[in-house]
Protein backbone atom coordinates (compact mmCIF):
# COMPACT_ATOMS: atom_id res chain seq x y z
CA UNK A 1 0.00 0.00 0.00
CA UNK A 2 1.38 3.29 -0.83
CA UNK A 3 2.11 6.31 1.44
CA UNK A 4 -0.63 8.48 -0.45
CA UNK A 5 -3.04 5.30 0.15
CA UNK A 6 -2.39 5.14 3.55
CA UNK A 7 -2.95 9.26 4.19
CA UNK A 8 -6.22 8.89 1.98
CA UNK A 9 -7.44 6.05 4.37
CA UNK A 10 -6.70 7.77 7.68
CA UNK A 11 -7.84 10.80 6.15
CA UNK A 12 -11.64 9.30 4.99
CA UNK A 13 -11.62 7.37 8.38
CA UNK A 14 -10.78 10.52 10.53
CA UNK A 15 -13.74 12.40 8.47
CA UNK A 16 -15.82 9.37 8.93
CA UNK A 17 -15.39 9.24 12.56
CA UNK A 18 -16.70 13.11 13.05
CA UNK A 19 -19.12 12.77 10.66
CA UNK A 20 -20.72 9.39 12.13
CA UNK A 21 -20.62 11.33 15.82
CA UNK A 22 -22.17 14.46 14.53
CA UNK A 23 -23.91 14.89 10.74
CA UNK A 24 -25.15 11.27 10.44
CA UNK A 25 -27.72 10.42 13.99
CA UNK A 26 -29.43 13.50 13.01
CA UNK A 27 -30.19 11.87 9.44
CA UNK A 28 -31.27 8.49 10.34
CA UNK A 29 -33.44 6.57 8.17
CA UNK A 30 -35.77 3.83 9.34
CA UNK A 31 -34.24 4.68 12.90
CA UNK A 32 -30.55 3.37 11.46
CA UNK A 33 -27.78 5.13 10.13
CA UNK A 34 -25.08 3.69 8.62
CA UNK A 35 -21.33 2.51 9.90
CA UNK A 36 -19.01 4.43 7.74
CA UNK A 37 -15.74 2.93 9.49
CA UNK A 38 -17.25 -0.52 8.45
CA UNK A 39 -18.09 0.58 5.19
CA UNK A 40 -14.29 1.98 4.66
CA UNK A 41 -13.19 -1.34 6.55
CA UNK A 42 -14.85 -3.21 4.15
CA UNK A 43 -13.74 -0.78 0.97
CA UNK A 44 -10.14 -1.52 1.81
CA UNK A 45 -10.63 -5.72 2.62
CA UNK A 46 -11.90 -5.87 -0.75
CA UNK A 47 -9.09 -3.57 -2.73
CA UNK A 48 -5.97 -3.85 -0.90
CA UNK A 49 -6.94 -7.49 1.20
CA UNK A 50 -7.82 -9.17 4.30
CA UNK A 51 -5.39 -8.40 6.87
CA UNK A 52 -5.82 -4.54 5.52
CA UNK A 53 -9.23 -4.78 5.84
CA UNK A 54 -8.65 -6.18 9.27
CA UNK A 55 -6.53 -3.36 10.60
CA UNK A 56 -8.41 -0.56 9.38
CA UNK A 57 -11.55 -2.20 11.22
CA UNK A 58 -9.93 -2.59 14.07
CA UNK A 59 -8.59 0.83 14.50
CA UNK A 60 -12.11 2.07 13.18
CA UNK A 61 -13.81 0.39 15.66
CA UNK A 62 -11.98 0.81 18.63
CA UNK A 63 -12.47 4.20 18.09
CA UNK A 64 -15.95 4.15 18.41
CA UNK A 65 -15.61 1.58 21.35
CA UNK A 66 -13.60 4.46 23.34
CA UNK A 67 -16.31 7.25 22.24
CA UNK A 68 -19.49 6.10 24.79
CA UNK A 69 -19.77 3.51 27.73
CA UNK A 70 -19.77 -0.20 25.66
CA UNK A 71 -17.31 -2.28 26.50
CA UNK A 72 -14.04 -1.48 24.75
CA UNK A 73 -12.79 -3.97 22.12
CA UNK A 74 -15.66 -5.30 21.15
CA UNK A 75 -16.57 -3.17 17.98
CA UNK A 76 -12.76 -3.22 17.25
CA UNK A 77 -13.08 -6.95 16.92
CA UNK A 78 -16.34 -6.81 15.08
CA UNK A 79 -15.04 -4.48 12.44
CA UNK A 80 -11.79 -6.31 12.31
CA UNK A 81 -12.98 -9.73 11.71
CA UNK A 82 -16.30 -8.82 9.43
CA UNK A 83 -13.70 -6.75 7.22
CA UNK A 84 -11.42 -10.16 7.24
CA UNK A 85 -14.08 -12.33 6.42
CA UNK A 86 -15.07 -9.74 3.49
CA UNK A 87 -11.52 -10.00 1.94
CA UNK A 88 -11.51 -13.14 2.00
CA UNK A 89 -14.58 -13.62 0.29
CA UNK A 90 -13.78 -11.40 -1.92
CA UNK A 91 -10.90 -13.81 -3.14
CA UNK A 92 -13.43 -16.50 -4.05
CA UNK A 93 -15.04 -14.25 -6.59
CA UNK A 94 -13.62 -15.09 -10.01
CA UNK A 95 -15.45 -12.28 -11.86
CA UNK A 96 -15.73 -8.77 -10.63
CA UNK A 97 -19.13 -6.78 -11.07
CA UNK A 98 -20.29 -3.35 -9.76
CA UNK A 99 -22.39 -5.24 -7.41
CA UNK A 100 -20.03 -6.76 -5.74
CA UNK A 101 -18.93 -4.61 -3.56
CA UNK A 102 -22.69 -3.87 -2.88
CA UNK A 103 -23.24 -7.41 -1.91
CA UNK A 104 -20.30 -8.07 0.37
CA UNK A 105 -20.94 -4.87 2.29
CA UNK A 106 -24.57 -5.94 2.73
CA UNK A 107 -23.53 -9.31 3.90
CA UNK A 108 -20.68 -7.93 6.01
CA UNK A 109 -23.14 -5.14 7.85
CA UNK A 110 -25.28 -8.35 8.88
CA UNK A 111 -22.08 -10.19 10.19
CA UNK A 112 -20.52 -7.18 11.95
CA UNK A 113 -23.67 -6.41 14.04
CA UNK A 114 -24.43 -10.23 14.75
CA UNK A 115 -20.88 -10.36 15.94
CA UNK A 116 -21.20 -7.27 17.80
CA UNK A 117 -24.71 -7.14 19.26
CA UNK A 118 -23.61 -11.08 20.21
CA UNK A 119 -20.57 -10.38 21.88
CA UNK A 120 -22.13 -7.99 24.40
CA UNK A 121 -25.06 -9.94 25.18
CA UNK A 122 -22.62 -12.67 25.68
CA UNK A 123 -20.49 -10.44 28.19
CA UNK A 124 -23.95 -9.66 29.89
CA UNK A 125 -22.98 -6.18 30.47
CA UNK A 126 -24.97 -4.69 28.13
CA UNK A 127 -28.31 -5.18 27.81
CA UNK A 128 -28.99 -4.07 24.24
CA UNK A 129 -32.43 -4.01 22.92
CA UNK A 130 -33.56 -7.27 21.48
CA UNK A 131 -32.37 -8.05 17.94
CA UNK A 132 -34.85 -6.62 15.40
CA UNK A 133 -34.24 -8.41 11.80
CA UNK A 134 -35.79 -5.44 9.78
CA UNK A 135 -33.53 -2.91 11.66
CA UNK A 136 -30.43 -5.56 11.07
CA UNK A 137 -31.28 -5.40 7.52
CA UNK A 138 -31.41 -1.74 7.21
CA UNK A 139 -28.56 -0.94 8.72
CA UNK A 140 -26.91 -3.26 5.83
CA UNK A 141 -28.89 -1.82 3.42
CA UNK A 142 -27.56 1.68 3.96
CA UNK A 143 -23.87 0.23 4.19
CA UNK A 144 -24.33 -1.24 1.11
CA UNK A 145 -25.59 1.79 -0.61
CA UNK A 146 -22.61 4.03 1.45
CA UNK A 147 -20.10 1.99 -0.53
CA UNK A 148 -21.22 3.31 -3.51
CA UNK A 149 -20.21 6.06 -2.78
CA UNK A 150 -16.82 5.43 -0.65
CA UNK A 151 -15.83 2.65 -3.08
CA UNK A 152 -14.86 4.77 -6.35
CA UNK A 153 -13.29 7.61 -4.17
CA UNK A 154 -10.72 5.71 -1.92
CA UNK A 155 -9.94 3.42 -5.24
CA UNK A 156 -8.71 6.70 -6.93
CA UNK A 157 -5.67 6.86 -4.13
CA UNK A 158 -4.69 3.59 -5.50
CA UNK A 159 -1.05 3.66 -6.20
CA UNK A 160 0.44 1.69 -9.51
CA UNK A 161 2.71 -0.04 -6.91
CA UNK A 162 -0.98 -2.12 -5.79
CA UNK A 163 -2.13 -3.53 -8.86
CA UNK A 164 -3.53 -6.63 -7.39
CA UNK A 165 -6.51 -8.20 -9.87
CA UNK A 166 -8.80 -5.77 -9.04
CA UNK A 167 -7.22 -3.40 -10.85
CA UNK A 168 -6.75 -5.92 -14.07
CA UNK A 169 -10.36 -6.46 -14.43
CA UNK A 170 -12.71 -4.29 -15.93
CA UNK A 171 -14.68 -2.81 -13.33
CA UNK A 172 -16.55 0.04 -14.32
CA UNK A 173 -16.23 1.89 -11.47
CA UNK B 1 8.13 -5.55 9.12
CA UNK B 2 11.05 -5.76 6.76
CA UNK B 3 12.43 -9.34 6.52
CA UNK B 4 9.76 -11.08 7.48
CA UNK B 5 7.05 -12.92 4.55
CA UNK B 6 4.26 -11.31 3.61
CA UNK B 7 2.06 -14.67 4.61
CA UNK B 8 3.62 -14.63 8.14
CA UNK B 9 3.60 -11.16 8.84
CA UNK B 10 -0.45 -11.24 7.93
CA UNK B 11 -0.84 -14.32 10.40
CA UNK B 12 1.16 -12.28 12.97
CA UNK B 13 -0.44 -9.28 12.83
CA UNK B 14 -4.03 -11.09 12.84
CA UNK B 15 -3.20 -12.88 15.84
CA UNK B 16 -2.38 -9.36 17.42
CA UNK B 17 -5.31 -8.03 16.64
CA UNK B 18 -7.52 -10.95 18.21
CA UNK B 19 -5.06 -11.17 21.35
CA UNK B 20 -5.45 -7.27 21.79
CA UNK B 21 -8.95 -7.62 21.58
CA UNK B 22 -9.44 -10.29 23.79
CA UNK B 23 -7.38 -8.72 26.32
CA UNK B 24 -9.35 -5.37 26.12
CA UNK B 25 -12.75 -6.81 26.38
CA UNK B 26 -11.31 -9.33 29.59
CA UNK B 27 -9.72 -5.63 31.04
CA UNK B 28 -12.69 -4.11 30.68
CA UNK B 29 -15.33 -6.06 31.32
CA UNK B 30 -13.74 -7.06 34.75
CA UNK B 31 -12.21 -3.23 36.17
CA UNK B 32 -14.68 -1.07 37.86
CA UNK B 33 -15.78 2.11 36.66
CA UNK B 34 -12.37 3.68 37.68
CA UNK B 35 -10.21 1.02 35.64
CA UNK B 36 -7.71 2.29 33.72
CA UNK B 37 -9.95 1.59 30.20
CA UNK B 38 -12.76 3.39 31.26
CA UNK B 39 -10.54 5.99 32.08
CA UNK B 40 -9.15 6.34 28.91
CA UNK B 41 -12.71 6.04 27.27
CA UNK B 42 -13.52 9.50 29.33
CA UNK B 43 -10.68 11.29 28.15
CA UNK B 44 -10.89 9.81 24.46
CA UNK B 45 -14.48 11.26 25.00
CA UNK B 46 -13.28 14.90 26.39
CA UNK B 47 -10.76 14.82 23.75
CA UNK B 48 -13.35 14.84 20.61
CA UNK B 49 -15.97 16.13 22.16
CA UNK B 50 -14.61 20.11 20.87
CA UNK B 51 -14.60 18.80 17.60
CA UNK B 52 -18.13 17.16 17.67
CA UNK B 53 -19.81 20.39 19.10
CA UNK B 54 -18.23 22.23 16.32
CA UNK B 55 -19.52 20.01 13.83
CA UNK B 56 -22.45 19.76 14.79
CA UNK B 57 -22.64 23.65 14.79
CA UNK B 58 -21.55 23.47 11.24
CA UNK B 59 -24.19 20.67 9.99
CA UNK B 60 -26.75 22.32 11.43
CA UNK B 61 -28.07 23.98 8.72
CA UNK B 62 -27.53 20.92 6.39
CA UNK B 63 -29.74 19.24 9.08
CA UNK B 64 -31.99 21.38 9.36
CA UNK B 65 -32.46 21.33 5.56
CA UNK B 66 -32.78 17.97 4.59
CA UNK B 67 -35.23 17.14 7.90
CA UNK B 68 -37.50 20.16 6.43
CA UNK B 69 -37.71 18.59 2.72
CA UNK B 70 -38.44 15.42 4.64
CA UNK B 71 -41.07 16.50 6.39
CA UNK B 72 -42.49 18.74 4.17
CA UNK B 73 -45.62 16.98 3.41
CA UNK B 74 -46.56 16.78 7.27
CA UNK B 75 -45.62 20.57 7.17
CA UNK B 76 -49.20 21.56 5.31
CA UNK B 77 -51.14 18.81 7.74
CA UNK B 78 -48.89 20.43 10.87
CA UNK B 79 -50.28 23.68 9.72
CA UNK B 80 -54.41 23.03 9.29
CA UNK B 81 -54.26 20.92 12.99
CA UNK B 82 -52.40 24.14 14.33
CA UNK B 83 -55.10 26.30 13.03
CA UNK B 84 -57.52 24.54 14.47
CA UNK B 85 -55.44 24.29 18.25
CA UNK B 86 -55.42 28.12 18.05
CA UNK B 87 -59.52 28.47 17.71
CA UNK B 88 -59.42 25.94 20.46
CA UNK B 89 -56.21 27.38 23.11
CA UNK B 90 -58.03 30.85 22.56
CA UNK B 91 -61.22 29.85 24.89
CA UNK B 92 -58.63 27.41 26.72
CA UNK B 93 -57.22 30.71 27.53
CA UNK B 94 -59.86 33.03 29.09
CA UNK B 95 -60.37 29.97 31.38
CA UNK B 96 -57.05 29.18 32.22
CA UNK B 97 -56.80 32.89 33.38
CA UNK B 98 -59.06 32.28 36.26
CA UNK B 99 -57.82 28.90 37.42
CA UNK B 100 -54.04 30.40 36.82
CA UNK B 101 -55.23 32.63 40.09
CA UNK B 102 -56.38 29.77 41.65
CA UNK B 103 -53.31 27.42 40.92
CA UNK B 104 -51.04 30.43 41.93
CA UNK B 105 -52.51 29.93 45.56
CA UNK B 106 -53.09 26.42 45.81
CA UNK B 107 -48.85 26.51 44.56
CA UNK B 108 -47.78 29.04 47.66
CA UNK B 109 -49.48 26.80 50.02
CA UNK B 110 -47.78 23.27 48.44
CA UNK B 111 -44.43 25.06 49.13
CA UNK B 112 -45.19 25.88 52.24
CA UNK B 113 -46.58 22.48 53.43
CA UNK B 114 -43.70 20.55 51.55
CA UNK B 115 -40.49 22.62 52.00
CA UNK B 116 -39.80 21.88 48.36
CA UNK B 117 -36.22 21.14 47.91
CA UNK B 118 -34.50 23.47 45.98
CA UNK B 119 -33.76 21.64 42.51
CA UNK B 120 -29.43 22.80 41.45
CA UNK B 121 -29.05 21.87 37.57
CA UNK B 122 -26.70 22.89 35.51
CA UNK B 123 -26.95 23.53 31.55
CA UNK B 124 -25.41 21.16 28.63
CA UNK B 125 -25.45 21.51 25.29
CA UNK B 126 -25.09 17.93 23.19
CA UNK B 127 -22.93 17.43 21.30
CA UNK B 128 -22.67 13.80 19.95
CA UNK B 129 -25.27 11.08 19.26
CA UNK B 130 -24.60 7.61 19.95
CA UNK B 131 -22.93 5.97 16.81
CA UNK B 132 -23.81 2.48 17.59
CA UNK B 133 -27.78 1.82 16.39
CA UNK B 134 -28.71 -0.62 19.10
CA UNK B 135 -28.51 2.23 21.53
CA UNK B 136 -29.95 5.49 22.37
CA UNK B 137 -27.17 7.58 23.51
CA UNK B 138 -25.97 11.30 23.95
CA UNK B 139 -22.79 12.93 24.72
CA UNK B 140 -23.14 16.40 26.34
CA UNK B 141 -20.68 18.88 27.55
CA UNK B 142 -20.52 18.73 31.13
CA UNK B 143 -18.63 16.31 32.98
CA UNK B 144 -17.38 15.79 36.93
CA UNK B 145 -15.74 19.25 36.57
CA UNK B 146 -19.59 20.96 36.64
CA UNK B 147 -20.72 18.75 38.94
CA UNK B 148 -22.27 16.07 37.15
CA UNK B 149 -22.17 12.48 38.62
CA UNK B 150 -23.29 9.21 37.66
CA UNK B 151 -27.38 8.39 37.52
CA UNK B 152 -27.97 12.09 37.22
CA UNK B 153 -31.26 12.84 35.79
CA UNK B 154 -31.22 14.94 32.37
CA UNK B 155 -34.43 17.30 31.55
CA UNK B 156 -35.64 19.83 29.28
CA UNK B 157 -38.52 22.37 30.03
CA UNK B 158 -40.33 19.61 28.50
CA UNK B 159 -39.99 16.72 30.75
CA UNK B 160 -37.34 13.71 30.98
CA UNK B 161 -34.70 13.53 28.90
CA UNK B 162 -32.81 10.32 30.30
CA UNK B 163 -30.05 9.94 32.80
CA UNK B 164 -26.43 9.84 33.14
CA UNK B 165 -24.88 6.52 32.68
CA UNK B 166 -21.05 7.39 32.26
CA UNK B 167 -19.14 10.67 33.38
CA UNK B 168 -15.82 12.12 31.71
CA UNK B 169 -14.12 15.04 33.56
CA UNK B 170 -15.92 17.94 30.69
CA UNK B 171 -18.54 15.47 28.98
CA UNK B 172 -21.05 12.73 29.80
CA UNK B 173 -22.76 9.97 28.21
CA UNK B 174 -26.84 10.01 28.75
CA UNK B 175 -28.41 7.29 28.42
CA UNK B 176 -32.53 8.50 26.74
CA UNK B 177 -35.43 6.74 28.09
CA UNK B 178 -36.19 5.39 25.12
CA UNK B 179 -32.85 3.29 24.94
CA UNK B 180 -33.82 -0.28 25.78
CA UNK B 181 -31.52 -0.22 28.27
CA UNK B 182 -33.76 2.25 30.32
CA UNK B 183 -36.54 1.50 33.35
CA UNK B 184 -37.68 4.48 35.04
CA UNK B 185 -40.27 4.45 37.74
CA UNK B 186 -43.24 6.33 36.51
CA UNK B 187 -46.77 7.24 37.84
CA UNK B 188 -50.30 8.36 36.25
CA UNK B 189 -50.78 11.54 37.23
CA UNK B 190 -54.31 11.10 37.05
CA UNK B 191 -55.02 8.19 39.01
CA UNK B 192 -51.77 8.43 40.80
CA UNK B 193 -51.21 4.10 40.01
CA UNK B 194 -47.21 3.45 39.61
CA UNK B 195 -45.32 1.14 37.55
CA UNK B 196 -42.44 0.70 34.98
CA UNK B 197 -41.38 2.77 32.17
CA UNK B 198 -39.00 1.27 29.75
CA UNK B 199 -37.40 2.28 26.35
CA UNK B 200 -37.56 0.26 23.27
CA UNK B 201 -35.24 1.67 20.91
CA UNK B 202 -38.55 3.45 19.43
CA UNK B 203 -39.77 7.01 19.47
CA UNK B 204 -42.35 5.43 22.51
CA UNK B 205 -41.74 3.91 25.95
CA UNK B 206 -43.75 1.05 27.44
CA UNK B 207 -45.38 1.91 30.72
CA UNK B 208 -46.14 -1.47 32.66
CA UNK B 209 -48.55 -1.08 35.50
CA UNK B 210 -47.66 -2.38 39.23
CA UNK B 211 -51.02 -3.29 39.00
CA UNK B 212 -53.04 -5.14 36.91
CA UNK B 213 -56.56 -3.87 37.61
CA UNK B 214 -54.82 0.05 37.41
CA UNK B 215 -57.14 2.54 35.05
CA UNK B 216 -55.31 3.99 31.90
CA UNK B 217 -57.15 5.80 29.07
CA UNK B 218 -55.45 7.49 26.01
CA UNK B 219 -54.12 10.98 26.94
CA UNK B 220 -53.34 10.32 30.84
CA UNK B 221 -49.85 12.43 31.43
CA UNK B 222 -47.25 9.92 33.10
CA UNK B 223 -44.51 11.59 35.81
CA UNK B 224 -41.45 10.14 37.55
CA UNK B 225 -42.70 8.63 40.42
CA UNK B 226 -39.26 9.26 42.51
CA UNK B 227 -39.41 5.12 43.30
CA UNK B 228 -35.82 3.29 42.79
CA UNK B 229 -34.09 6.36 43.43
CA UNK B 230 -32.82 7.34 40.48
CA UNK B 231 -35.09 10.15 39.06
CA UNK B 232 -36.87 12.87 41.44
CA UNK B 233 -40.65 12.55 40.98
CA UNK B 234 -43.18 14.82 39.47
CA UNK B 235 -41.04 14.92 36.17
CA UNK B 236 -43.31 14.74 33.63
CA UNK B 237 -42.03 11.92 31.14
CA UNK B 238 -45.09 11.59 28.36
CA UNK B 239 -48.40 10.88 27.63
CA UNK B 240 -50.44 7.70 26.93
CA UNK B 241 -51.06 7.17 23.11
CA UNK B 242 -52.04 3.28 23.49
CA UNK B 243 -53.80 1.12 26.02
CA UNK B 244 -53.01 -2.80 24.92
CA UNK B 245 -54.54 -6.17 27.10
CA UNK B 246 -51.76 -8.91 26.80
CA UNK B 247 -53.43 -12.33 26.69
CA UNK B 248 -53.11 -15.36 29.40
CA UNK B 249 -53.41 -12.56 32.41
CA UNK B 250 -50.01 -11.21 32.04
CA UNK B 251 -49.57 -7.20 33.15
CA UNK B 252 -51.24 -4.71 30.48
CA UNK B 253 -49.45 -3.01 28.35
CA UNK B 254 -49.52 0.78 28.04
CA UNK B 255 -47.61 2.63 25.30
CA UNK B 256 -46.66 6.50 26.29
CA UNK B 257 -45.34 8.90 23.91
CA UNK B 258 -42.72 10.81 25.70
CA UNK B 259 -42.90 15.20 25.97
CA UNK B 260 -39.58 15.72 24.84
CA UNK B 261 -38.94 15.52 20.83
CA UNK B 262 -35.36 14.12 20.76
CA UNK B 263 -34.40 14.75 16.97
CA UNK B 264 -34.75 18.48 18.01
CA UNK B 265 -32.86 18.33 21.32
CA UNK B 266 -29.86 20.85 21.70
CA UNK B 267 -29.53 21.78 24.85
CA UNK B 268 -30.68 19.94 28.16
CA UNK B 269 -30.17 20.66 32.36
CA UNK B 270 -28.75 17.91 34.23
CA UNK B 271 -30.08 18.18 37.87
CA UNK B 272 -27.56 18.25 40.59
CA UNK B 273 -29.79 18.08 43.76
CA UNK B 274 -31.29 16.32 45.19
CA UNK B 275 -28.19 13.78 44.21
CA UNK B 276 -29.82 10.05 43.04
CA UNK B 277 -29.93 7.86 45.76
CA UNK B 278 -28.09 5.44 43.46
CA UNK B 279 -25.29 7.52 43.59
CA UNK B 280 -25.32 9.07 47.25
CA UNK B 281 -24.70 4.71 48.43
CA UNK B 282 -22.33 4.64 45.76
CA UNK B 283 -19.97 7.27 47.20
CA UNK B 284 -21.00 5.68 50.86
CA UNK B 285 -19.74 2.57 49.75
Avoid at chain 2, 48 to 72: Q, Y
Avoid at chain 2, 227 to 240: D, F, H, W
Avoid at chain 2, 265 to 270: G, P, T
Amino acid sequence: MSRRRKIAIGLAMLISYLLQLSLFPELKISGVQPDLMLVIAAVVAIQDGPVEGCIVGFIGGLAFDLTGSQVVGVGAFSRAATAFILGVFKDMFVTYTVLLPFVLVFFGGLVEQLLYHGGLTVLGSEVLAPLNVKHLFTVAFYDSIVILVFFPIIKKFKGSDSADQLGAVRTGM
Amino acid sequence: MPGIPRVRRNRIILILIVMVCVTMITVYAREGDNGPLHKIQGFFTDIITPFTSALAKIFRPIKDGVMNVIHLPSLLQEKRELERQVVSLRRESLETKELRAELDKLKALLRWSEGSPYKETVGAEIVAQSPDNWRRLMIVNKGSSHGVKKYMSVVTDSGLVGRIISVGSRSSVVQLITDAQSAVGGRNSRTRETGILEGRNESTLRFIPMSEEAVFEVGDMIVTSGLGGSCPPGIPVGRVTEVRKRGRGLTRLVIVKPFVQFSRLDKVLIIITPEPESAILKEAQ
